[in-house]
């Protein structure tokens, strides 16, 4: 958390303002910043951060898997939430002309010269910022986009041939396919009747072909109801009012009754349905 749709609709909200009262930041010029917590910076100190960053003029914002990427009248700004990461666009200052006070665990604050500001909040500390010229020096790296047209039903086929893994591991790994977690991975596996531990080269065509549809109907579904809120991290979404099976271990399958287990696969709590989801 947060997983592709909850950042997507971060990225669609810094456009249009609709978590932030209508506020947004394109066009937006920097005119400083305030490091609360200078390892939030990833590969540049906070001295040269705000030298490089003062005066330049917020271009776009979009999403590269988990990043939000900030494209810079000069820079890129990449940023990755990880496990407890948001964002919080408001007004900076009262109407008297005093600060708004920050709120806990906020890391990392820009401050526009109308007087708006972007608050990178982390509580857990594992979310990153960078900075760089160039940002295919961390995206590069990435897997395709699961919603990218160009990714077909061959292609998949083959990425999952040319691989002897389990299939949600495969799936969550970024350099394999970039923005999926735990919860859309699980949703999708379910609604594609796939194993998590089926081995990747072992599915047909058909198999492959409609796991792809079903990876895409999740994500799809999941930026429609704008994400999943299921903790105190990421608020506004609903998604999680029609899961499945993710978290509602010992509930009835939607499907066919059979309770809902929890597992762990690859490390990470699974959810699944012992009789829609059967090992082959």
């Not at 330049?56 to 590269?64: E, P």
């Not at 979310?127 to 395709?144: A, H, K, S």
Request: glycine share 8%; aromatic share 8%.
């Amino acid at each position: 958390m947060p997983e592709l749709p909850e950042v997507e609709t971060i990225v669609r909200s810094l456009h249009e303002g609709t978590r932030y009262g209508g506020l947004n930041v394109i066009g937006q010029q920097v005119r400083e910043t305030t490091v609360l917590w200078e390892r939030t910076l990833e590969n540049i100190s906070p001295d040269l951060f705000q030298n490089k960053i003062a005066g330049q003029t917020v271009k776009d914002v979009y999403r590269r898997g988990k990043f939000l990427v900030f494209t810079l009248s000069s820079d890129t700004l990449l940023m990755h939430l990880r496990m407890s990461g948001d964002l919080r666009v408001e007004a900076g200052f009262w109407p008297d002309g005093s600060k708004v006070p920050l709120q806990p665990h906020d890391r990392l604050v820009l401050w526009f010269a109308g007087g708006l500001r972007m608050a990178f909040n982390n509580p857990r500390k594992f979310g990153r910022i960078w900075m760089m010229n160039d940002p295919q020096t961390v995206l590069g790296v990435l897997g395709p986009e699961p919603l990218d047209p160009a990714l077909t039903e061959g292609i998949f086929l083959a990425m999952l041939q040319s691989h002897k893994r389990m299939l949600k591991p495969l799936l969550m790994d970024q350099h394999f396919l970039a923005g999926l977690g735990n919860i859309y991975t699980d949703e999708a596996l379910f609604r594609a009747r796939l194993h998590p531990r089926a081995i990747s080269n072992t599915l047909t065509a058909k198999q492959s072909a409609f796991l792809l549809v079903q990876i895409r109907t999740v994500l799809d579904e999941g930026i429609q109801r704008n994400g999943a809120s299921i903790d105190w991290v990421y608020r506004g979404g609903d998604f999680q009012n029609v899961f499945n099976v993710y978290g509602r271990d010992g509930e009835p399958c939607p499907r066919c009754r059979t309770e809902i287990e929890r597992t762990l696969v690859g490390q990470r709590g699974t959810h699944i349905c012992p009789r829609c989801q059967r090992m082959q």
